[in-house]
């Protein structure tokens, strides 16, 4: 089955709907009557849902699903991050749009942190395990790797304040 989205309004059926969400319809329904679930969008053609609100509401969950799993700790952002680099990368982009920047900007700076992280990783396994390295450049290792991780959740998840959280908590 194929969604045909009223283009100006990204407007779908309940039918559609379910289908969007993967879900059957009496699934659906029940969602449906939960408080945070995103409401009817009615206009002159007609109603239907906004897949935007759908989507903003399926990630929502997922963050949801990912905070439990880290006993409310930031641990599990990066984790999803890393685990699921696809979704990571489609809420970027809807941060953007929601924030009114450029959601390619966006998507390449996600990119290019993905890449940083990997190397401040590989750099930092390296100063630990070298016995020459001066605290100073062990530390300042330590330092790029938080720096990237820090504006990775800050890309992903904008809502976190990571200045207020340790190292140790994302």
């Known amino acids: 089955m194929t969604c045909k989205i009223n ?37 002159d053609n007609g109603e239907g849902y906004d897949t935007r609100d759908l989507y903003r509401w399926v990630v929502k969950k ?20 890393i685990r699921d680099k696809e979704l990571a990368r489609a809420v970027v982009m809807e941060n953007a749009l929601c924030l009114d920047i450029d ?9 290019w942190l993905l890449t940083s992280l990997k190397e401040t990783q590989k750099k930092l396994l390296l100063v630990e ?8 450049e062990s530390n300042r290792a330590l330092d790029e790797f938080e720096a990237v991780k820090r504006e990775i959740i800050r890309l992903v998840f904008p809502e976190v304040d990571t200045d207020k959280i340790s190292l140790l908590d994302f």
């Not at 407007?11 to 409401?39: C, H, M, Q």
């Open 7 to 43: 283009k100006k309004l990204n407007l779908i059926n309940v039918k559609e709907a379910s289908y969007y969400l993967g879900v059957s319809r009496s699934t659906f329904w029940r969602l449906s009557r939960s408080e945070d679930f995103p409401k009817k969008v009615v206009t």
């Open 62 to 81: 997922m963050v949801e699903k990912e905070m439990n799993l880290s006993d409310g700790k930031y641990l599990g952002k990066l984790l999803f991050v």
């Open 103 to 111: 959601p390619m900007q966006c998507y390449e700076r996600f990119l």
């Open 129 to 136: 395990n070298d016995p020459k390295v001066t605290p100073y």
